[in-house]
């Protein structure tokens, strides 16, 4: 700023003074990855990792945006309706924080209607109108300037790219006024949205890292990512890398996808997997497949039978919630039987999933060889296309493909996973390989 432009500032109203008292402090303490890039973009797509300021820069940018202009209308969609209003607007750094960094007070400079997540500015009338992926539809309407798109590799629909009907698709076709841009904020995931993005040439991208952002993290946190360096899991969660297919990997994403179906064929056995979590802090593996009943949607006649996967029910619970929702996801899938591994607390998961539904059909597994080795035969049936998943697991699907033998965590819906296709017994190589070495099985 020249010292013209000071002089005047000096005799500002105390709340042209905050706001731009609070731009420059962005500009020059904000990373170079949260600055928006030069030239004629159509998106600029911030890729970073947990924590790295991805809320803050949206939300700085569409505070700026609608208070610069008049009457201009900014579209922010996140993953779900509460996503919108606790994160986007309401968050620690979400809109209404910058405003009030501006020195904006709600009710005279700004009114915000948390139900109907919209914002307008008094002075501009310009307005921000909050959408989540969960309603498509929603946005297939109204017209927009610019919009920021949070989180999108985790919308609803991220799965199908640029599709027809999809967020992003309404959305990019609602946004026809003025320069018509968009910013994207989000940790990468390799879902087509993304993959699509990234190819683009009228998409900018900006990296970076949970690591450059560390000193405005609690030190507890940073203390905890220990545990994901050099995982596959911490270059894709922390160093904000749009990971393809993963050396080590039994699954490919292109194995899993040639051979998605939209719906499932009759069936002659489904059976509920169970892995159960070492704490409630960590999700319990709860995933349904079933075998099919002569020949397969697919349309490939082969004589021997392919399997479904048709449900991922795990779930972050107490002892009681997780199974409670082993219970619903049988019932969801009208299933015949639960397998479940007795690793933790010995017939501790038999005993849980009996005490929401006693007589419950229940298999007890004991595991005493590794998830890789069990995860084999599993992955060549994968390779000779004899499963097929029904729907989009993404959860489930992001384990396949990243988990590797050197990676620390453990992959509970895979687990899961394995665990209800080998019970359906695909053919003999796979109930030799697992029961005559790794699984010590008793019938319930």
């Known amino acids: 700023m020249n010292p013209a432009s000071t002089a005047l500032l000096d005799h500002a109203p105390p709340e042209v003074k905050a706001a731009w008292n609070q731009r420059i ?15 004629q973009w159509r998106a600029w797509m911030m890729q970073a990792g947990r924590g790295a300021g991805k809320t ?45 960094r501006f020195g904006l007070r709600s009710g005279q400079d700004y009114h915000w209607r948390r139900y109907d997540l919209e914002l307008e500015i008094t002075s501009t009338g310009s307005k921000l109108q909050g959408f989540s992926s969960e309603k498509p539809d929603r946005l297939r309407g109204p017209q927009f300037h610019r919009a920021w798109l949070d989180e999108a590799a985790a919308w609803k629909d991220a799965r199908h790219g640029d599709a027809l009907n999809t967020t992003f698709n309404n959305l990019s076709m609602g946004l026809r006024l003025g320069d018509a841009r968009m910013v994207v904020t989000t940790t990468p995931k390799r879902v087509a949205l993304i993959r699509e993005l990234a190819a683009r040439n009228d998409v900018a991208v900006t990296r970076g890292t949970t690591y450059d952002n560390l000193a405005n993290l609690a030190p507890t946190f940073a203390a905890s990512l220990l545990r994901y360096e050099g995982t596959t899991i911490g270059r894709q969660e922390l160093m904000g890398e749009l990971i393809q297919d993963v ?39 709860i995933v349904a497949a079933g075998i099919t009943a002569g020949a397969c949607l697919c349309g490939r006649r082969e004589q021997l039978p392919h399997a479904y996967v048709l449900a991922d029910g795990s779930v972050a619970a107490s002892p009681d919630g997780w199974g409670r929702a082993v219970v619903e996801t049988f019932d969801a899938v009208s299933a015949d039987r639960i397998v479940g591994e ?17 007589g419950i059909p229940f298999d007890l597994v004991n595991a005493s060889r590794g998830k890789i080795v069990r995860a084999e035969p599993i992955s060549a049936l994968y390779e000779q296309r004899r499963i097929h998943h029904v729907g989009y697991f993404p959860e489930l699907e992001e384990e396949m493909t990243t988990f590797t033998p050197l990676d620390p965590w453990s992959p509970n819906r895979l687990d899961a996973l394995v665990w209800a296709v080998t019970e359906l017994g695909l053919h003999t190589n796979v109930q030799a390989t697992l029961r005559g070495s790794s699984v010590a099985k008793r019938k319930a």
Not at 255 to 282: C, F, Y
Not at 344 to 351: C, F, K, S, T
Request: glycine share 12%; with cysteine.
């Open 342 to 358: 007795r690793n933790y607390g010995g017939d501790m998961v038999e005993a849980i999933v009996r005490s929401v539904r006693p």
């Open 247 to 285: 050396e080590g990997a039994l699954w490919q994403v292109e194995t899993v996808d040639r051979d998605r179906l939209g719906e499932a064929g009759p069936m002659t056995r489904i059976v509920v997997g169970v892995d159960p979590a070492g704490s409630t802090h960590t999700e319990t593996g």
């Open 25 to 39: 402090r962005w500009r020059l303490t904000a990373h170079r990855f949260q600055v928006p890039p030069a030239g």
């Open 56 to 100: 803050r820069t949206g939300a700085q940018d569409a505070v700026e945006y609608v208070t610069d202009r008049p009457n201009v209308r900014y579209a922010v969609v996140a993953p779900t309706q509460g996503d919108v209003r606790k994160t986007c607007f309401e968050g620690e750094a979400g809109i209404l924080y910058v405003l009030d």
